[in-house]
DNA sequence: CTCCAACCTGGAGTGCGCTCCAGGTCAAGG
DNA sequence: CCTTGACCTGGAGCGCACTCCAGGTTGGAG
């Protein structure tokens, strides 16, 4: 029952509070409790919400998906189903992104040993 | 001394040919040769400097850091060093963000596990 | 020589995910 | 009360990295 303020829900979040009322306008946080004069009224559902949004978000997942997520979850315990699908395709996409990043991660690397071995007798440079 | 056509150069490194041209244009590929008639031929150098934009570009670089990354590479040996921890600054900067993803994923696979175990005497669903 | 698919240019348009703004309202401390 | 900083709304603007378009040119197959 605790409610936190715009500024705090903003804190803890990590989201700025122009992207929070952003996620509230195209529906991808809903029913965000009001005062009496309209100011907003975070719960601990809404940051848990929040916190769900985060890690689709830095695992990539576009704003439409999430939309779709939560418009899911808002429609009962019967689409339990495509949720959890809805996720497990996600990761599957997640964990594509991971191996290519550690593969051109690698490369990096040895480019830049590269780079570290030329001071010393400079072998050709290639100069890419 | 092998040439590529444009269609060739695209299919080889993944990018497309508005891509290739518009790389061209923003100066982080330049001096591409020409037919007398105008048309580009791309050499293995150009497609080895695609390779590591590539790599570049997946690891989450930004185009303005490639183009002076290029520069440098243009402007001589002298600049081996900045370029060297240029590389160095986004290397760690990758780690970084592999860090975060490698933990979101874990938050992810953590929710998964949650509606796997759903079906069966159904638990308070929190409905995150 | 003719044809037509591939290519050229400059510039406008797109999609995403915010971010900022103007002009007004709310609410807690003093 | 009064002040003032946090908050409200609708809508415009932005930064990035392309992507598309119109209108014209090129060059290799037949």
Redesign the pocket.
């Known amino acids: 029952m605790t409610g936190y303020?715009?500024?705090e829900a903003a804190r803890r979040s990590g989201f700025?509070?122009?992207?929070l009322?952003?996620y509230e306008k195209i529906g991808l946080l809903a029913d965000v409790n009001r005062?009496?004069?309209?100011?907003?009224v975070f719960t601990d559902d809404d940051l848990s919400w929040l916190v769900l949004f985060r890690c689709l978000?830095d695992t990539g997942m576009?704003?439409?998906q999430m939309c779709r997520y939560a418009a899911l979850a808002r429609e009962g315990e019967h689409t339990v189903d495509e949720r959890r699908e809805l996720l497990q395709r996600h990761a599957a996409q997640v964990e594509e992104q991971m191996r290519l990043l550690q593969r051109q991660y690698d490369h990096l690397r040895e480019k830049i040993r590269f780079y570290e071995r030329l001071p010393g007798p400079t072998p050709p440079d290639d100069d890419r």
């Open positions: 303020a715009p500024a700025s509070l122009d992207t009322r952003y005062t009496a004069g309209g100011q907003r978000r576009p704003i439409a």
